[in-house]
Structure formats: structure tokens, C-alpha cells
């Protein structure tokens, strides 16, 4: 797997002990499904397809909340 260096901004890490302190969750999997769930929101349907080519139960589940939510979004403004 990829290894990429960030740094983290206080309040995140913040969010993240006090996160830790409630819910048992390893921080990678917890950074992973946060970075999943803000991109998949962020990009159209196409490109997560595309981008996951073969996506998995948990990635097919995001796009179909991604989607359902977006068309909410688009039917309240009219």
C-alpha cells in the first residue's frame, strides 16, 4: 500500500483523540473511511466508478449515499 506524509492540523487531531476516546477505531482505518467518504461526496459518479473500477460492497454503498444525496440537494433547490 501507498504511504503518503501529511501534517495534521490541531483541531483535527482534536476531533480525532476525542473520536478515539468514544469509539474503538485504528487510526488508519478510521483516516481511510474519513478520505473515502469526503472524495466519493466531493467527485462525480463517474469518476468514483471509474476511479474504483471494481468497487467494493462498502465503496458501491458511498456512491449510492453520495448519489441519493446530491439529488436531494438538487430537488430542494427547485
Known sequence: MARKHF???????KLIDKY????DVDFSELV?????FYLVNQMNYK???DALNEADIEASKY???????????????F
Request: net charge negative.
Open 7 to 13: 501534517e495534521m492540523n490541531s483541531d483535527v487531531r
Open 47 to 49: 469518476d468514483v466508478k
Open 63 to 77: 456512491i449510492d449515499e453520495a448519489m441519493r444525496s446530491s439529488m436531494g440537494d438538487i430537488n430542494r433547490n
Open 32 to 36: 481511510n473511511k474519513a478520505l473515502k
Open 20 to 23: 478515539s476516546e468514544v469509539h
